[in-house]
């Protein structure tokens, strides 16, 4: 059973880091492209970053280039997302995905973690 468990959200204020992580399990995580999606409260899903399976290849929307890094430990199986000069409209749940460039919502989706961003 494909098991995904995001933390590391909360509130921050405008300007600050955040740094997510996404624990993964019950499938081969190291032979898997992984995104992090986020959604904005009243608004659709918005897909964030995608990473190859070596985590040799990486890409991110307009919305969060040169503020944000996606990485990921295939040792620890984990998925990580470095997120700094947080602005407000950053304010959303994040989720973590198997996939490249995901967009869409699947039934073994964590929770996701809740980022506040806020003065």
């Known amino acids: 059973e494909v098991q995904l468990v995001e933390s590391g959200g909360g509130l921050v204020q405008p300007g600050g880091s955040l740094r997510l992580s996404c624990a993964a399990s019950?499938?081969?995580?190291?032979?898997?492209?992984m995104s992090w999606v986020r959604q904005a409260p009243g608004k659709g899903l918005e897909w964030v970053s995608s990473i190859t399976n070596d985590g040799g290849i990486t890409t991110y929307a307009d919305s969060v280039k040169g503020r944000f890094t996606i990485s990921r430990d295939n040792a620890k199986n984990t998925l990580y997302l470095q997120m700094n000069s947080l602005k407000p409209e950053d304010t959303a749940v994040y989720y973590c995905s198997k996939g490249w460039q995901v967009t869409r919502k699947y039934d073994y989706w964590g929770q996701g973690t809740q980022v506040t961003v806020s003065s």
């Open positions: 019950g499938f081969a995580f190291s032979a898997n492209f």
